[in-house]
């Protein structure tokens, strides 16, 4: 298993390391990442339940689909960037 680590979310103390896999298309690490990051926001999502933390709850859930979006704003990005060199 690769030891590097890539932050998925940044944003404080719900910031987490997942494995980072190099190399792969832009269309697999798209996939991966908005993997990644769901996987985040399930683990984070079931820890505040457990914790009795409702109201964070509704904050995850607000901020996840924003997120997702930007991921995939950047993935396009960086795509037609590639291409267009």
Do not use: C, K
Request: proline share 5%; no cysteine.
């Amino acid at each position: 298993m690769n030891s590097e680590r890539s932050v998925v979310a940044n944003d404080g103390p719900t910031a987490r390391a997942a494995p980072s896999t190099p190399g792969g298309t832009h269309g697999q690490d798209i996939e991966r990442r908005l993997r990644e990051l769901h996987e985040h926001y399930i683990f984070e999502v079931n820890e505040a339940l457990e914790q009795g933390r409702e109201r964070d709850i509704a904050e995850l859930v607000a901020r996840y689909p924003d997120e997702a979006a930007g991921l995939i704003t950047e993935a396009a990005t960086r795509s037609a960037t590639t291409w267009s060199t």
